[in-house]
T-cell receptor, first 116, second 114 residues
């Protein structure tokens, strides 16, 4: 079975500061990992995904994430936060042959606030 | 290109009623999945359909059912609504159900049960 934990339900950063959102996963098989962003009253938008091609994954809007197998982590970072980054961020794991086939198990989410 | 579309946007029902939610996938995508997102939580998997066949089912009661049509659109039905069914229902489409295909999400249908 797969599971995802996201440390910190709410993270606040100042505009221009580093953004770090944490994600740890558990999976009995090599996983695929995803980060999605959700703006208020909207669906989820893919930021980036890890598919084993490279451990450092670059996504949209300046975000990137690093897969660390030894730490079972896939933390999301952005060097400089913008006001427009304020949203809910979800980490998800998908593994072939998992509980639900290709389907995703989502973490509980982290709400990012960006202070002026 | 059009993304995943869902209808209606909002819906208000009373306990015991039945509801049908609709989803049209991205053109060329043959797999549709449904998720329930309760306020303040991550999405929870309900169903996946591929080529009109159910490929996966989450831990939801039999009051929840779904189907996929020949044009790959899908409907989610919920019977005997409970207050706890109030949530954002998200539809996602992908080309196939095989990892690591990305799932693309629609804007959701907000269901309120009174």
């Amino acid at each position: 079975a797969q599971s995802v934990t996201q440390l910190g339900s709410h993270v606040s950063v100042s505009e221009g500061a580093l953004v770090l959102l944490r994600c740890n996963y558990s999976s009995s098989v090599p996983p695929y990992l995803f980060w999605y962003v959700q703006y208020p009253n909207q669906g989820l938008q893919l930021l980036l995904k890890y598919t084993s091609a490279a451990t450092l994954v670059k996504g949209i809007n300046g975000f990137e994430a690093e897969f660390k197998k030894s730490e079972t982590s896939f933390h999301l970072t952005k060097p400089s936060a913008h006001m427009s980054d304020a949203a809910e961020y979800f980490c998800a794991v998908s593994a072939p042959g998992g509980d639900y086939g290709q389907n995703f198990v989502f973490g509980p989410g982290t709400r990012l606030s960006v202070l002026p | 290109d059009a993304g995943v579309t869902q209808s209606p946007t909002h819906l208000i029902k009373t306990r015991g009623q039945q509801v049908t939610l609709r989803c049209s996938p991205i053109s060329g995508h043959k797999s549709v999945s449904w998720y329930q997102q309760v306020l303040g939580q991550g999405p929870q998997f309900i169903f996946q359909y591929y080529e009109k066949e159910e490929r996966g089912r989450g831990n939801f009661p039999d009051r929840f059912s779904a189907r996929q049509f020949p044009n790959y659109s899908s409907e989610l039905n919920v019977n005997a609504l409970l207050l706890g069914d109030s949530a954002l229902y998200l539809c996602a489409s992908s080309p196939t159900p095989v990892p690591p295909d990305t799932q693309y999400f629609g804007p959701g249908t907000r269901l309120t049960v009174l």
